[in-house]
């Protein structure tokens, strides 16, 4: 069982920078893949960022790619998705997942675990 808990979001302008956090429980953590995904009102849930099991290899969706950073520090059982250039579309719940598999995806389907979200908005 992992148990995820998101902090760092906020209100922010248009250009500015957030660093989300994702504590996880659980001595598994390191062999768990991790992603971060988000939700804008009345949208589906969409893949932002993941993780592989060995921090090796990561994934961004396009709209993010270049702006976001995700990353992952083993003593702590934390990951992190820094953001940078924030645009007012990227306001949106954002939610760090656990995927067992532990080879990073973009489906929502393949995580097992989710966090309760933290809220990210941007101001034009």
């Known amino acids: 069982q992992v148990q995820l808990v998101e902090s760092g979001g906020g209100l922010v302008p248009a250009g500015g920078s957030l660093r989300l956090s994702c504590a996880a429980s659980?001595?598994?953590?390191?062999?768990?893949?991790m992603g971060w995904f988000r939700q804008a009102p009345g949208k589906a849930r969409e893949f932002v960022s993941a993780i592989s099991w060995s921090g090796g290899t990561t994934d961004y969706a396009d709209s993010v790619k270049g702006r976001f950073t995700i990353s992952r520090d083993y003593a702590k059982n934390t990951v992190y998705l820094r953001m940078s250039s924030l645009k007012p579309e990227d306001t949106a719940v954002y939610y760090c997942a656990a995927d067992s598999t532990g080879y990073r995806s973009r489906w929502v389907v393949q995580y097992n675990y989710w966090g309760q979200g933290t809220q990210v908005t941007v101001s034009s």
């Open positions: 659980g001595r598994t953590f390191s062999s768990y893949a």
